[in-house]
């Protein structure tokens, strides 16, 4: 049963997407047509034109109690759009995914924004823009940074996408998914307060690498869904640096549970046991960032509760087919 809802869902979403344009974004269409060969090489060819994967609202903690793996959309749908951009979002969303997760930074005048990098160098045109490098997000003002163009870099088709604002972005992808919320930069106070403007209930996750900022915000927001991001570069209170793939053990668990966490976010260097001695401590466990069929199979094995991935599209095929 669980293999035939899978399998529904991708290929709803794939027959959508081999034959429908995008039209809610604009001024600037991103066309669906290929996308899913770009995505999987291998399109289905079905005739039928149109599709919508649509989501009930859910209450706060229904994503963190759902009895199969969650498919969560890294940066939207980032393997064929732009990153953190609203076609990014479009098409994660078109692809059924559970959860779409995305970046935000506070610029000069106290707004968020929707971006990964703490400079604008990579993923927009600012050295063109303004004949300089490394410019900060923190660095210029919101209306400033939506003066660029953030998906040319990408490919051409996406010309003239912007930087979103966060309570935009939040309020598209939350009317038909779940917002996985990366804070990257800025104040306690700042993600409070948009929360409290724009969030529905059960509609968002909030995960930093940031424990003391998670902490802060479970105070401030006890009932709101935290997720600790890891390895760090070192236990919180201790000298000795695991390094980046820090194998998930007893003492992280113990150690996300001190910030109010609900889900352990994670590399891949989880283990059977690990997963296990999570979910005993009443922690979820997503892995990051699961591009490769083998790999999300490994994984699932293990009985992880979520993949962040690039490609959505590829996660679902690879659920159907276990």
């Known amino acids: ?153 990408f490919d051409p088709k996406f010309a003239g996408a912007r930087v979103p604002l966060f309570d935009e972005a939040l309020d598209l992808i939350q009317a038909r998914s779940i917002a996985l919320l990366e804070r990257k930069d800025g104040d306690v106070a700042s993600t409070v307060e948009l929360l409290k403007r724009h969030a529905k209930p059960g509609r968002t996750v909030v995960q930093s690498f940031d424990w003391n900022f998670l902490r802060q915000l479970h105070e401030r927001l006890p009932q709101q869904l935290i997720a600790a991001l890891g390895p760090l570069s070192r236990l919180p209170g201790g000298t000795k640096k695991p390094g980046v793939f820090a194998k998930l053990d007893g003492r992280w668990i113990k150690a996300i549970q001190a910030t109010g966490a609900s889900i352990a976010v994670w590399n891949k260097q989880v283990s059977r046991g690990a997963v296990r001695q999570a979910h005993e401590h009443g922690l979820k466990v997503w892995v990051y960032t699961i591009d490769r069929p083998e790999l999300a199979n490994r994984l699932l094995d293990t009985g992880v509760d979520g993949l962040i991935t690039n490609n959505p599209a590829l996660i679902w095929k690879t659920i159907a087919l276990r």
């Open 1 to 153: 049963m669980a293999a035939f809802r899978f399998l529904s869902i991708f290929i709803a979403t794939s027959l959508w997407l081999s034959g429908r344009e995008f039209h809610r974004v604009r001024p600037h269409k991103v066309k669906a047509k290929g996308l899913l060969k770009v995505a999987l090489s291998r399109p289905f060819r079905w005739g039928v034109s149109k599709v919508r994967v649509r989501m009930r609202p859910g209450r706060k903690v229904e994503v963190t109690q759902r009895d199969r793996p969650l498919v969560i959309a890294h940066r939207g749908f980032s393997s064929i759009a732009p990153e953190n951009t609203l076609q990014s979002f479009e098409l994660a969303l078109a692809a059924g995914a559970d959860l779409v997760e995305l970046d935000y930074r506070q610029t000069a005048d106290g707004q968020l924004v929707v971006i990964h990098d703490a400079d604008l160098d990579r993923t927009t045109d600012a050295r063109l823009h303004w004949n300089a490098r490394r410019i900060r997000v923190r660095e210029r003002t919101s209306s400033e940074i939506r003066t660029l163009d953030a998906g040319r870099w």
